[in-house]
């Protein structure tokens, strides 16, 4: 697996938030364990009667030894937020927050180059890994089954389609990281396949991209020295060009945000293109019984 | 967001960027009125939020202020179709009427945010005037881009690349590095996602002019930029997209037959893309967002409805915050409520689908239950070959 | 460059940062006038530009407006002395009337940049009132220290982590986080070296105040600070100090009888080091500065005459760039037009000094000459004790 | 030698300034292969008839494989020439400069943040190495020896006054080294001394250093740790609290701002203390002849 495992301690900035505790309980239901949370004004207190609220990530860390975080604060506090984790020394940064302007994201995005963290997000579902039982993100973890494939993903939902077909087929997956809808995600295709590869864990990796930016072609550039099969589904071959399709990424703006370019370029790498997003499942069935990687 | 001409053009001039002499007007007395102040020839612009005008007859000069004033009448209160406008056109509401500018060369300067350099990225050509697409597909080599450190803003030695790549030297190019300079203010203070300069005109006796200009606006941002907020003209957008933007969804008008229902990004454009693979062609995107509740729900289903380009509608939701049963109770409220003669397709996966099946199960035979994401799409596009053959003959 | 308070509250003013509300006064007259619109209790504070005016008598809380003119009358054109002045003290030419503020709380405030750190580092501590040195000394616990990325500028968090070093929540908190940013914004537009709000302090109805500020100003910066040059006030500096200013040499008076004349601020320094370690007080440092020519050569000589404290002058230059012929030029011109009376150790060591020496050696014998260092600072020194009796017995 | 060596080649920023002639002509004069110089709006020109001019350090690099820069523009530019020279892919900027604001030098250690780029200066002499006839400065050449004894300073001309003084006590120098009088210098004391300590031909250490700021003190903890014997001189023994003494870094401010700190740091850290500055010369010879290093 990657990027968490069984001794993953998460802390939640913004745990005292509706939907922060909503997510929050669903997450240690799974099996992950929650350290602390950071509410700004509610340092000292217990949420849920359990868990410790500190007022900053760095007491927090300090506190309680926690590795990752998870974001859950409204859009105009979460580049502070980001910034917060990687000063506090945290390693693994999750932000399911939507809607940061792009202007903050190139800020954030200056100040963690030079510096080792992963930024997971924003926009996004999160990272879950069946065979730790350990889930920072907003998944629903029901239709996941622990096994050997790694999934990496744009989307939200498309993702839980992809690993509910997946987990229908029998095919169990090491983690799913949904890297987030927006056009600067904190982190890329190629640097989760990376991960992937160098991970024993997982045998191979379904990704599944969409139109919009060229990150499916630097993906595609590091499948080619892949030694894992890698399968791919690109979303918005249907797309009319210049239009924004719900994620603020998600917008054809010249020729490589365009599907069929991504696809093409998956595929003269190696990759296994599916068209049919109902048959992720099947195809990934097929592909792996042939090279017996599952 | 975007902004059109008129406004941009002020935008750049509070920046101190140089921009044509114009007024604007929204009829013909306005129009003479504001030629009147040019005294001889004007160039009339009409005020759409597309690109392509020129060709399609939205960019008039003019000879004299009353020739003006027919022209601003002919275009006003009409819709102009252009290349980019979609086949219904845009409203022409305003006009800018400007100073003809007599330039000696066309440049051309564009800011975006490129998202694999993650930073806002200036390009720069001294062949202006032409689309930057074009350009860059028969001109590559003469299109030069800088990409700006947000720690240093753009440096001197960069607005010296740049004033090269335009062909620029002596005060001109000490003018576009104070231009650039603001345009880079201006990007950041703004919240921009898109300027674009095209064509920057070199005059013989004033320098550098902003000939034309495009500027859109972050979205995500518009929370912290009320000014620009308050620019926005609802009418340039499709009724249906209004409404579905108020409704806070993200919707596409297409031009297919199968309105689709979503929930999440991806899998709207993927449930596109399998009407699109089976056949079929699907009226919108439509993405209900992570936080649908019922009401939502059936504001969406709604929509859906009245549209009337939809002779089949496809509810494809994977349940995860979002339950089914949330959803399938929104659905039955809309049926109850409306009667709907076309026919339903509803897949439903995911958090509480067993209850929601069984509630709608127990519902009226207009809605068509498959679980299967697959099966769903070949339901939807079956039936749209069935009712839009039905439809089109009762109509 | 260091601003008076009054200056120092203008500007913080203009950024928005509460200052109490206060008057500035140049006599007996305005000092009334002022106190009068406060009403009946004022607060007197002597502007020059030196800590410690409290102990030294510059600050005086007075009852009633004619009270405060009397204070002002007793304050203004004369010198006053503090800890941090030298023993001339410095004139008082202003004096600020100023509201008497109640504080519930006196908190510190502090922005410097910090070399280890090569940031601006804000510097917290609810311990207000004291100097930070001292506070530094007995409670170090107690200051709180965040260093502000320029990529980034003050952060939220970071502000939080301040308002709570500070000890203040809610409203305050949010007041303080405003001011922050305020402070930050300052420190970088008007190239800030310095600025130390001491107290801030804590009000029942008005929130925090600045009740004292200073604020220095990066004198490399000065060149695109024409607002902040202009507020300089030269009769706060030495005589000498300004004349050397406007030569733009290095030059700190001390109080010493031994001038020095050195090219090199490390050079000069040394300089210095040796005269104090051989037994004899430096008058002077004085850094000629690397670009110097014969005419500054000659100023840098003249000053030296100039200070009545200088009983023997040495001349140290490790000729680089500038030339040792170039030196003994120089001096030769002000020995002919002078003819001073007071020894002049030489020693002229690196380019050209071979020709130098020549061109001393055949001119007056007031030049002693000699090229190593460690003889040369002896042969000052040695100079020192004779004439200083000599000249003391004569005046 | 450290930094410079026989292959450098040098790019000189601002080349057809007075200044930047004359001194550059020294460089060359000396033996450094001066391969390039930058002036905006002369490129394409030839300096001194010799030397071709560019309009940026990019072309420069590009055109000739510069590998150190040397600047010379005024102190409103300098920062944007550092700049520069970094995005160029110059490993090495010695900035001879003075009187750049410090707000400016904020930036650029920022920018230099995560990047392998040592910059000598501002305000600073420059480097020169004996053995190699490598100058990249405005040092006198000619009190210079080829030798083993490494210097570093944030002075100029006493930087001078103690290579004189080795050079008359017969010890060579391997590199000299003048870190500038600035108080936010592009390099400090610890990096030069770790360079010095790696480099085999380098056998000793003479640091000059002087009041304001506590770059005697950090050096000091590396000095603990070095194999070789450092010979310190601290100016400023005798100067007053809270004046600045010529160099804009050259002031005392608060305890370890002070000689007399920053002396003891360096005693107690092993280096051999010189008090009295005429003496630094016949005090070398002596520690390192009874250590048997030279």
Known sequence: MILVDDRTRVVVQGITGNEATFHTLRCIEYGTEVVAGVTPGKGGSLWEERTPVFESVEEAKRETGATASIIFVPAQFASDAIIEAVDAGIPLVVCITEFIPTMDAITWHRYLQGTDVTVIGPNCPGIISPPARCKVGIMPAAIHMPGNIGVVSRSGTLTYEVVAQLTSEGIGQSTCVGIGGDPLPGTDFARILRRFEADDDTHAVILVGEIGGSMEQEAAAYIETMSKPVIAFVAGASAPAGRRMGHAGAIIEGQSGRAREKMAALESAGAVVVENPAEIGATANRVLSSREVC | ?395
Chains 1, 4 share one sequence.
């Not at chain 2, 993650?118 to 001294?126: L, W």
């Not at chain 2, 880079?184 to 070199?202: A, G, T, W």
């Not at chain 2, 993405?287 to 380009?309: F, K, N, T």
């Not at chain 2, 067993?354 to 070949?378: H, I």
């Open chain 2, 1 to 395: 967001m975007k902004l059109h001409e008129y406004q941009a053009k002020q935008v750049l001039s509070q920046y101190g960027i140089p921009v044509p002499e114009g007024h604007i007007a929204a009829n013909q007395q306005e129009a003479l009125e504001a030629a009147r102040i040019r005294g001889g020839k004007s160039i009339l612009k009409a005020q759409i939020l597309s690109g392509g005008r020129g060709k399609a007859g939205g960019i008039i000069a003019t000879d004299c202020p009353e020739e003006a004033g027919h022209a601003a009448a002919r275009l006003l209160g009409n819709s102009l179709v252009t290349g980019q406008s979609g086949p219904q056109g845009l409203p022409v509401n305003l006009v800018l009427i400007e100073e003809q500018v007599i330039p000696d060369r066309e440049l051309y300067l564009g800011l975006l945010v490129e998202p694999s350099r993650k930073r806002i990225v200036f390009m720069a050509s001294a062949r202006g005037g032409m689309d930057i697409e074009e350009l860059a597909g028969t001109h590559p080599d003469e299109i030069v881009s800088v990409a700006v450190d947000p720690l240093t803003g753009l440096l001197p030695y960069q607005a010296r690349v740049l004033a090269r790549a335009l062909g620029l030297s002596g005060q001109l190019a000490v003018q576009s590095a104070r231009i650039m300079r603001a345009l880079y203010r201006l990007f950041v203070e703004k919240d921009c996602s898109l300027i674009e300069i095209n064509p920057m005109v070199v005059t013989e006796d004033r320098g550098l002019i902003a000939l034309d200009a495009k500027v859109s606006i972050d979205d995500n941002a518009l929370y912290r930029q009320p000014e620009i907020a308050a620019l926005a003209d609802i009418s340039q957008e499709d009724p249906l997209e209004q409404r579905a933007a108020q409704a806070g969804f993200s919707y596409v008008k297409l031009d297919g037959s199968i309105g689709c229902l979503v929930n999440g990004a991806g899998l709207a454009m993927a449930t596109m893309d399998l009407v699109t693979l089976l056949g079929g062609r699907p009226a919108n995107f439509l993405d209900v967002g992570g936080a649908a509740d019922e009401l939502r729900i059936r504001q969406a289903i709604e929509l859906l409805l009245d549209d009337r380009d939809v002779k089949v509608a496809w509810i494809n939701i994977f349940g995860g915050i979002l339950r089914c049963d949330v959803v399938a109770k929104a659905l039955l409220r809309v049926l109850e409520d409306r009667h709907p003669a076309i026919p339903i397709v509803v897949r439903l996966q995911g958090t509480n689908d067993a209850k929601a099946r069984d509630m709608l199960n127990s519902g009226p035979m207009t809605v068509m239950l498959e679980t299967e994401l697959g099966r769903a799409g070949r339901l939807a596009v079956a039936a749209s070959g069935m009712t839009g053959k039905k439809r089109g003959a009762a109509s």
